[in-house]
């Protein structure tokens, strides 16, 4: 939906369409049930097993080439075959979750994860590792990302309250980095030598398999809709699709989101890789990969629930996106400083603070000011650039690796850099929002407000959730 301008005196048709449907439902009481918690908890589950698959090799990158018998580049590889295939489901992630809701898209990353999973152990045991079979492996995991990441917002919209939903989402959403903290951290204590790779992936395979199963026992839907935006019909596919990439807004937001989501991943790939040439361990490495997911979903937990109750969705951006630019130049000087890694540490921790606190309040910004489009659309294509862009980013980075012949050897100095640069182009697109004239409100929150607080109650406590 195009954002109106502030000096039209007629309002839009379509952004009185919910409203008109309210009319006569301002006597519905709309439920919130606890059960909604069990679903949060399993796209939480899936979000931390699926991003912990995806950082599987990066933080022992050196020890998985020489168990493969590859180089670190061919390594690099199993990161960035995972995030194309994230592009490839989706368009199939869209739709299914446009159609048939968050529960058959929970399925589908529970049943990718399971074959995913087993084949790359397969692969690593099989013949003292076959490196194909398990990039196979890796890929079909890949096609499961999508349908977990995204679903948030949707899960959200169709279970929670105006009073919940950015917490939820945050929830959900941050799940998926923690799996990346464990993978850094634990899958390098898991297999300090190449030896121990396989018995590594007969471990991570099991608990992605125990984390998977409760998906087919979730519910699908809540009886009664929380909110009244949950109640009114959102705009049919294919047109909202249309109007959503001709609106000047959502490009906006696009593009700073995709491009720092792809540095997040390529930073995390590489991780090892960039702290190394200065002596550093694999062990410090993934200790820094911890610190900047650990630190962010620690302030992505603080600020979630403050922006729940006084919906600064604006402001915030404008606040967090010039502090990750400019910790991305910061980036640069800070492996080889004469401190040594406690730099590395500080600017990691920065960066996940303002990046992890930043992810949620965007998604759920994107969804406010493109109601009543369906939530998974937006935030899914929002997810594929950014999985896109990191892609490209590792292939990117990883030719501006120096030589050996560089000092030190082998240094990502230049790629640094490159990272550098890009972060602060994108930083201008965000703090555009909201300006040359534009009036970009909250419609979905408008909608919530039209309706009397009291004829929303939390039927599982009798107890009557009350309007902000």
């Known amino acids: 939906m195009t954002a109106k301008r502030s000096s039209s005196s007629d ?51 050196t020890t998985a080439a020489e168990y493969f018998q590859v180089s670190e580049s061919s390594i690099n590889w199993i990161s960035t075959g995972y995030q194309f295939a994230f592009c490839v489901a989706s368009p199939f992630t869209i739709l299914i979750l446009n159609k048939g809701g968050p529960k058959p898209a929970i399925i589908a990353t529970s049943t990718l994860l399971l074959l995913g999973n ?17 990039m196979f492996g890796q890929i079909i995991i890949g096609l499961a990302q999508p349908f977990c990441l995204s679903a948030p917002t949707r899960y959200s919209d169709l279970w929670f309250t105006d009073k919940g939903r950015t917490s939820a989402t945050a929830l959900a959403t941050l799940a998926n980095p923690l799996g990346a903290a464990l993978g850094e951290l634990v899958d390098s204590a898991w297999a300090t030598k190449p030896s121990q790779i396989p018995d590594m992936m007969l471990y991570i395979s099991i608990i992605s398999s125990v984390a998977a199963i409760p998906s087919f ?31 000047p807004e959502f490009w906006l937001i696009f593009v700073p989101f995709a491009v720092y989501v792809g540095f997040f991943n390529s930073i995390s790939s590489l991780l090892n890789q960039i702290l190394s040439p200065y002596g550093f361990s694999e062990s410090e490495a993934g200790i ?24 600064h969705y604006l402001g915030t951006i404008r606040l967090l996106v010039p502090i990750i630019a400019i910790m991305y130049i910061a980036l640069i000087f800070a492996p080889s400083s004469s401190a040594g890694i406690g730099p590395s540490y ?3 921790a920065i960066i ?28 899914t294509l929002c997810w594929t650039g950014g999985q896109l862009f990191g892609a490209i980013f590792i292939v990117i980075q990883d030719a501006l690796k120096a030589g050996p012949a560089a000092s030190p050897p082998q240094n990502m100095r230049h790629a640094l850099i490159f990272s550098a640069v890009v972060a602060a182009a994108a930083a201008p697109f965000a703090l555009s929002l909201g300006l040359f004239g534009r009036d970009v409100r909250r419609r979905r929150l408008d909608v919530d407000r039209a309706v009397h607080p009291d004829n929303v109650e939390n039927v599982e406590t009798s107890e009557t959730v009350q309007g902000p």
Do not use: H
């Open 11 to 61: 309002p839009d048709p379509q952004d009185r369409e919910p409203l008109d449907q309210l009319v006569s439902e301002t006597t519905v009481t709309y439920k919130v049930y606890k059960r909604r918690f069990w679903g949060l908890a399993q796209l939480v589950l899936l979000n931390i097993v699926v991003s912990w698959d995806w950082l599987t090799f990066s933080a022992i990158s």
């Open 118 to 134: 087993w084949i790359r152990y397969a692969g690593t045991k099989a013949r003292g590792g076959m490196f194909g079979v398990t």
């Open 217 to 247: 026992f979730l519910p699908a839907r809540p009886p009664t809709p929380p909110s009244a935006s949950s109640a009114v019909e959102k705009t049919p596919l294919v047109p909202a699709v249309k109007q959503l990439l001709r609106t």
């Open 288 to 311: 820094a990969g911890a610190i900047l997911i650990v630190v962010g979903l620690i302030s992505s937990a603080i600020l979630s629930p403050i922006t729940d109750r006084y919906k």
């Open 346 to 348: 500080a600017i990691c």
């Open 352 to 379: 996940g603070a303002a990046s992890f606190s930043l992810l949620p309040v965007v998604l759920e910004y994107l969804v406010e000011i493109t109601y009543p489009f369906s939530p998974e659309i937006g935030s």
